[in-house]
């Protein structure tokens, strides 16, 4: 079975918002920590922003501060990502991805450390 399944994705028009969900089957005891990353055609996989067993462990990529908003309800396994303020440049294919620690600490952005990934759901924003 998936343990990482993503869902919300979409297509809107620039400035326009969408909230991402990525319901986790792994570790629920709640010592994980999880990475929305994105990868847009012919480009790197990139971290977008991340979140800790703690709620205040929120890291955001420069690219996306101000506008993304990670956040996670452990009552239903879940760690969302809203995005507002879209732009055409968002558009990617979103994942998210997990480890085994409280927080993924300085090298949250970095996609070898983590052993589990989801399938992805695809972000359009048209101009």
């Known amino acids: 079975a998936q343990q990482l399944v993503e869902s919300g994705g979409g297509s809107v028009q620039a400035g326009g918002s969408l909230r991402l969900s990525c319901v986790a089957s792994i570790w629920v005891d709640g010592r994980r920590c999880i990475t929305w990353f994105r990868q847009a055609p012919g480009k790197e996989r990139e971290a977008v922003a991340t979140?800790?067993?703690?709620?205040?462990?929120?890291v955001y990529a420069d690219s996306v501060k101000g506008r993304f908003t990670i956040s996670q309800d452990n009552a239903k396994n879940t760690v969302y990502l809203q995005m507002n303020s879209l732009k055409p440049e968002d558009t990617a294919m979103y994942y998210c991805a997990a480890r085994n620690r409280p927080s993924c600490g300085t090298y949250w952005h970095a996609r070898i450390y983590y052993p589990v990934w989801g399938q992805g759901t695809q972000v359009t924003v048209s101009s």
């Open positions: 979140i800790g067993q703690a709620a205040d462990s929120t």
